[in-house]
């Protein structure tokens, strides 16, 4: 079925969803959003969209067509590039994966637990990095034939499953796994979870370890970036940036979700607030959408600053993720030092309303 059918018939059915107890609106939401993905990524009933040539970005001699493409956690287990590309995005982006297999998160008998608040333009989800782990992922063949211009990047994560110092080892052994993978072009390291309970320790540390172990010994030219939550303080971003670019990494990205429940709590619809607080309060997990784009704008200003000021000797970039959701905050980011963007409930909301024309749509507007 086209996914975008999907995607309307849970649209056209939500008034009668919300006379359900939200557990059961919840426990709905969830299985949804697993059967729109499976059909999602399979769908191909639809004619490529190829990019004009004058949206093509290049960062670390790697050209993308394009300025955006899917944030981390849209495709965990390394599926869908040929939808991706064939949709037109600038890249493809796959995982989180983690160093061991994980189901993911069930609670209260929800699996996977999500909710769209579509007055709001937010989501939560607490998916909880289900994936096939990295020695099953690292060995997998993205696609036959990658697109011209359409590079694959890769996301991975330290385990929760392990302590700070096993999960980093362990970290830094899959980093070498995918460094091995012949169609990976890019990684980037996701230090932004926010749907695992994971042990405390310093980034700064851990970054200095896998700079030395990693960012220093590798054997090809593939660039890091490292992912970066939204509720950072300018300081803590300061203090990042200073080790990334001691260390060699090729990039930050900011945004992804934020956990700031009192601050997004303002901005909930009054007859979505009930669900928000349910949600958060039973399951908790990361918010994304709209709400998102004007403190991650404010985080890249803040890193374009820093970078224009100590001026690293090599190529370092800005990569926007939170709360991107039309041509205006790609033309925003632009001015503001970004090179490149990721979007994901901003997708979503958009494909609702376009399907497989979504980044014709995106393109005609920049």
Known sequence: MNPQTLSKLYDACNP???????????????????????????????APVVPSADLAVEMWGIKFRSPISNAAGMFKNGEGYNVVAQLGAGSYLGGTSTTNMRIGNEKNGVRLPFINLPQSQLAINWLGLPNLGDAVLANQS?????????????????????DEATGLSKLIYSLWLYHNHPQIDYLEINESCPNVSQSGGSIIARLAKIGEEFIAKRKRHLPVVVKISNDISADSLRAILSTL??????????????????????????????????????????VSGNILKERSLELCSIAAEYIELNKPDYEFHIIRSGGIDCAED??????????????????????????SKIYNHLYNNL
């Not at 919300?18 to 009933?45: N, W």
């Not at 011209?148 to 385990?159: A, E, F, T, Y």
């Not at 009054?270 to 309060?281: G, L, P, Q, R, V």
């Not at 925003?332 to 997708?347: A, D, L, P």
């Open 16 to 46: 009668i969803l919300k006379h359900l107890p939200t557990k059961l609106q919840i426990k709905i939401s969830s299985s949804g959003r697993q059967k729109f993905m499976a059909e999602f990524v399979t769908f191909r009933d639809f």
């Open 245 to 286: 670019i001691k260390y060699k990494f090729d990039g930050i990205n900011l945004g992804n979700t934020s956990t700031n429940y009192p601050y997004i709590q303002e901005f909930v619809t009054s007859n979505e607030s009930a669900m928000f607080d349910y949600f958060t309060s039973n399951f908790g997990g990361g």
């Open 142 to 162: 993205l696609t036959i034939r990658k697109t011209p211009d359409c590079p694959i990047g890769w996301s991975v994560m330290r385990s929760p499953d392990f």
């Open 330 to 355: 790609i033309i925003n980011s632009r001015h503001h030092g970004v090179s490149f963007n990721q979007w994901y409930t901003g997708f979503f909301n958009q494909y609702h309303n376009y399907g």
